[in-house]
């Protein structure tokens, strides 16, 4: 079992930034490859970034260059710093794994980037 607890979002005005953090519980946390997905109003859930535990990075071609993902093992917790915000980034966001067959989600924090 994985227990995932995000933080960080709010109100933030376009051009700003936001950090969100998201808290694993267990030991394995350090093998699991760790994700952030985010879904706005009438839209389907997307894949924002992941980290692996090798600390390889993806992200989606939105956020490329604006957006950075981290990890804190002995802490258990990932990061998404969010920089340049644009107001198509409003949405409620995600932290996820995948671990023996099956999907863990937060639930989720939402970020507003409106003036």
């Known amino acids: 079992q994985v227990q995932l607890v995000e933080s960080g979002g709010g109100l933030v005005q376009p051009g700003g930034s936001l950090r969100l953090s998201c808290a694993a519980s267990g030991t394995i946390f350090s093998i699991l490859t760790m994700g952030w997905y985010r879904q706005a109003p009438g839209k389907q859930r997307e894949l924002v970034a992941t980290?692996?535990?090798?600390?390889?990075?993806n992200y989606a071609a939105s956020v490329k260059g604006r957006f950075t993902i981290s990890r804190d093992n002995p802490n258990n917790t990932v990061y998404l710093q969010m920089n340049s915000l644009k107001p198509e980034d409003t949405a409620v966001y995600y932290c996820n794994t995948y671990f023996v067959r099956r999907h863990y989600w937060g639930q989720g924090t939402q970020v507003t980037v409106s003036s």
């Open positions: 980290i692996t535990s090798g600390t390889d990075t």
